[in-house]
């Protein structure tokens, strides 16, 4: 199994250009996650889909535009890049409930982005 | 709000040796999980151990073991025998159990180097 896929892995933007990040799961979790980090801050949820159809917003939303376009998928987007959004972006997803290996949070490879 | 305090930006130990990373956290939740990440240079996060709240006896995968103090909101992790693969980032966080979007909240790192 893959796990989490992220892609692109690496990008470079001017101000003001858009771009989607996109992530892929192939674990059947229900719920899946936009972090992102940055030196000193940790890791910080951008947005999340606690399942199929839905999406939240999570601490620093800003800026930042999400589809869970269906089980699999929940992309990530930026319609107007600033150089604040210079950071690392991961995506995660999880299984909740009682069954072994739920409530653990997988994550993907990590997206480098940066805006010049 | 949650939120997850990690004290010590940085530290080192010998090879061999044992070394305790801090964390506190802070909510007025009951039901949660808490966690410890570790991030080598590679950037994957990487699961390290993981502790349900309602369990009292503490968590051990192999060299790294937890002290988990419910009353006291604190959730340090040590790890024996350090071993030069074990520097990295630590990030602690925890999970707040919910029928709808559960959500993990991290602190904000540790760095770990591991002295040959």
């Known amino acids: 199994n893959a796990g989490v896929t992220q892609t692109p892995k690496f990008q470079v933007l001017k101000t003001g250009q858009s771009m989607t990040l996109q992530c892929a799961q192939d674990?059947?979790?229900?719920?899946m996650y936009w972090y992102r980090q940055d030196p000193g801050m940790g890791l910080r949820l951008i947005y999340y889909s606690a399942s199929e159809g839905t999406t939240d917003k999570g601490e620093v939303p800003n800026g930042y535009n999400v589809s869970r376009l269906n089980k699999r998928e929940f992309s990530l987007r930026l319609e107007s890049a600033a150089p604040s959004q210079t950071s690392v972006y991961f995506c995660a997803s999880i299984r909740t409930g009682e069954r072994p290996g739920a409530n653990v949070l997988t994550f993907g490879a990590g997206s480098r982005l940066t805006v010049l | 709000a949650q939120t997850v305090t990690q004290s010590q930006p940085e530290m080192s130990v010998q090879e061999a040796e044992t070394v305790t990373l801090s964390c506190t956290y802070d909510t007025s939740e009951n039901n949660y999980y808490l966690f410890w990440y570790k991030q080598p240079p590679s950037r994957q996060m990487i699961l390290v151990i993981r502790?349900?709240?309602?369990?009292?006896q503490n968590a051990t995968e192999n060299r790294f073991s937890v002290n988990f103090q419910k009353a006291a909101k604190s959730f340090s992790l040590k790890i024996s025998d350090s071993q030069l693969g074990d520097t990295a980032m630590y990030f602690c966080?925890?999970?707040?159990?919910?029928?709808?979007?559960?959500?993990?909240?991290f602190g904000a790192g540790t760095i770990l180097r591991v002295k040959s």
């Open positions: 502790q349900e709240a309602y369990k009292q």
């Open positions: 966080a925890f999970m707040i159990l919910r029928v709808y979007g559960n959500k993990l909240v």
């Open positions: 674990m059947n979790h229900n719920s």
